[in-house]
């Protein structure tokens, strides 16, 4: 069936280097991408997206890449802080047609002092 | 502009019995959209409402409903509770007209089924 998974359940980064959080999607119909920061108590968060014409979109500190020959979404965070630790749901969505909004497992980031 | 607004905040239930969860929109947003969120199965979608229709529909059981009044704040109701159900029901709005892409969502309601 179709889901949106994720490499690594639990990612540990010393604080100050960079982290990279992996996504992988099934649907290549799906048009349209974003990572939601979820921490504790709190509802996710959007954090940025990118559309299916675009490999690469810059926020402040994340970077969204996007490959659709092996169907593959990455966030990269510069610079990791103590409050990025949070977990991170990518979200592959189709608009086209039948509609369809997939999160993914989620990766628990935690940020070691 | 105040967020997405989740009640109650808690709710500790028996097997059996019904629940009602209750959700308001940020101010202008027409579209609301409900997910169950538990440690084994993750985000999975409920149902999505626009406009007072409901628009897209997850795969749960009938037991799980929903209904979107004119004002597009949104009530959840579950039937005849199970001990699976137990979980942090999440809802969130959003503003684009025609299809629900950025969602803001609410602090959630945790559900203890007992």
């Known amino acids: 069936g179709e889901s949106v998974g994720l490499h690594l359940p639990t990612l540990s980064v010393q604080e100050g280097d960079n982290s990279i959080i992996n996504c992988a999607y099934s649907n290549s119909a799906s048009d349209y991408f974003i990572w939601y920061k979820q921490e504790s108590g709190k509802g996710p968060q959007f954090i940025i997206d990118i559309r299916s014409n675009m490999d690469k979109r810059q926020g402040q500190r994340v970077t969204v890449l996007l490959n659709k020959t092996v169907k593959h979404l990455s966030l990269q965070i510069a610079a990791t802080q103590p409050g990025d630790s949070a977990v991170y749901f990518c979200?592959?969505?189709?608009?086209?047609?039948?509609?369809?909004?997939?999160f993914g497992t989620g990766t628990r980031l935690k940020v070691l002092a | 502009k105040a967020g997405v607004t989740q009640t109650p905040r808690y709710l500790i239930k028996t097997r059996g019995q019904q629940v009602t969860l209750s959700c308001s929109p940020i101010?202008?947003?027409?579209?609301v959209s409900w997910y169950q969120q538990t440690p084994g199965q993750g985000l999975q979608f409920l149902f999505e409402y626009f406009s007072e229709t409901q628009r897209n529909k997850g795969n749960f059981p009938g037991r799980f409903s929903g209904r979107q009044f004119s004002n597009s704040r949104s009530e959840m109701n579950v039937s005849t509770l199970e001990l699976g159900d137990s979980a942090l029901y999440l809802c969130?709005?959003?503003?684009?007209?025609?299809?629900?892409?950025?969602?803001?969502f609410g602090s959630g309601t945790q559900l203890s089924v007992l």
């Open positions: 969130a709005s959003s503003s684009d007209r025609d299809r629900s892409e950025k969602l803001f």
């Open positions: 101010s202008g947003h027409r579209s």
């Open positions: 979200a592959e969505i189709h608009t086209s047609g039948t509609y369809k909004y997939i």
